[in-house]
């Protein structure tokens, strides 16, 4: 079987500079030949030295007439490639894409320019979701000016394609942004309990969406942290994490109102059920999350006292 690399998208959306970006990387740079068929020719255009390197061919198919399973095999006969890449137009309907029987789809990326997103979700549905609908993959890039909208972005793509992975990117690279429907605790719970994961989660996602868990009820069981610059009626609960390696350790942890504080001994364990407020700290150095305490009880150190992002 050979192996074949679908690589779709609308015109200017990425698909030259994703492609270039594999065809760089020393996995992807085997033995063989790759031939990287263009369906377009948009305004960016591989670099000679890089096709060389990689030891990428080029051929053009311009017209939707001659993507034919025929003439994709005179191609592979005339270059006997290794793996196959297929930059395809996004312009032709990838339903009617036909592929000789012998070549195996190892992989399938949509990439979308995030900025141009809505026209194109708008005026051309049909054709966007025969692209995503069996991708792998979704990318989307340029979202430097919509991340406000990447929740709904991801809902659309859901919807077509509940299986795809969908990457967002901006001027600095990926963005890693927790949407709400992939907590993994349900926000409209009277009482949001958090396990290991779900503490880890909600302190991220608390520093960037604050404004989901305003008046929020938490529980969660956690270490007891007492600074010595706290008021008498104040204590951090929270949890040592360890993000990559045993070397980089961290607490974390919000303040906590609680008019029990001054009982409370460094490390102690306790089961804290508090209320989430945005309130001026000056440890903050601006406004943050507050915890107001509506109990505060003793309980045994959980069983891995530590937690872990890696």
């Known amino acids: 079987m050979k192996p074949v690399y679908v690589i779709n998208g609308f015109l200017e959306s990425g698909k030259t500079e994703f492609i270039s970006f594999t065809l760089d990387q020393p996995y992807f740079q085997t033995k063989g030949t790759t ?49 196959i890449i297929i930059e395809y137009n996004g312009m032709w309907n990838y339903k009617n894409a036909k592929l000789p029987w012998h070549w195996k789809i190892e992989q399938q990326i949509t990439t979308i320019d995030g900025s141009t997103f809505p026209m194109y979700y708008t005026n051309m549905r049909s054709l966007l979701a025969e692209m995503i609908r069996n991708s792998d993959m979704i990318i989307f890039n340029r979202c430097d000016n919509v991340r406000d909208e990447l929740g709904s972005y991801k809902r659309n793509i859901k919807a077509v394609n509940p299986a795809a992975e969908v990457i967002f990117e901006d001027a600095n690279g990926e963005i890693n942004e927790i949407f709400e429907e992939d907590l993994p605790y349900d926000l409209n719970q009277e009482i949001i309990d958090l396990d290991n994961t779900g503490y880890g989660i909600w302190y991220l ?49 919000y303040a906590c109102e609680f008019a029990g504080a001054g009982a409370l001994k460094q490390k102690d364990w306790v089961k804290v059920t508090a209320v989430v407020s945005k309130e001026y700290w000056e440890d903050y150095k601006g406004e943050g999350p507050i915890l107001h305490a509506v109990s505060v009880e003793k309980t045994k150190a959980p069983k891995e006292e530590i937690i872990s992002f890696s």
Do not use: Q, W
């Not at 311009?62 to 005339?78: G, I, M, R």
């Not at 104040?234 to 070397?247: K, Q, S």
């Open 205 to 253: 996602d608390s520093m960037d969406h604050l404004e989901r868990y305003i008046g929020k009820k938490m529980r969660f069981v956690a270490m007891v942290l007492k600074p010595g610059n706290f008021p008498d009626n104040y204590f951090v609960p929270g949890r040592m994490a360890m993000t990559c390696c045993a070397d980089d350790m961290a607490f974390l942890g």
């Open 35 to 83: 031939l990287l068929i263009l369906c377009e020719e948009g305004e960016k255009e591989y670099d000679e030295t890089l096709l060389k390197k990689s030891g990428t061919v080029v051929e053009l198919v311009e017209e939707e007439a001659d993507f034919t399973p025929s003439h994709l095999l005179e191609l592979e006969k005339k270059h006997k490639p290794e793996r």
